[in-house]
């Protein structure tokens, strides 16, 4: 049964940084693309980055590139979220997902989904 835990989610100021974790069991985790999706209140569901289990190569959304670094450690079976120069806008409840796609940014190519973390930002 696979499972996947976030963790590191909370409150935040504008400006400030969260990194969250995402920690798998149940899958060959070196062989499943890790992503990480948003929902924020009243919207719909938003990909936000996604880490092919191929080539590590790393895809973001453009409204936060630049500012959110996702990377995994095979070794834990982690995958992560650094959230840099957070925005009131970024509250929502963020969700990681896997998919055996070498590359997946859309939520329909992802079979696995954690429960999610919040993440507030506000002063």
């Known amino acids: 049964q696979v499972q996947l835990v976030e963790s590191g989610g909370g409150l935040v100021q504008p400006g400030g940084s969260l990194r969250l974790s995402c920690s798998a069991s149940?899958?060959?985790?070196?062989?499943?693309?890790m992503g990480w999706f948003r929902q924020g209140p009243g919207k719909e569901r938003e990909f936000l980055a996604a880490i092919s289990y191929r080539d590590r190569r790393a895809n973001y959304a453009d409204s936060v590139r630049g500012r959110f670094t996702i990377s995994r450690d095979n070794v834990k079976n982690t995958v992560y979220l650094q959230m840099d120069n957070l925005k009131p806008e970024d509250t929502a409840i963020y969700s990681c997902?896997?998919?055996?796609?070498?590359?997946?940014?859309?939520?329909?190519?992802?079979?696995?989904w954690g429960q999610g973390t919040q993440v507030t930002v506000s002063s």
């Open positions: 997902a896997a998919s055996g796609r070498a590359r997946a940014l859309a939520s329909y190519e992802y079979s696995d």
């Open positions: 149940g899958l060959r985790f070196s062989l499943y693309t």
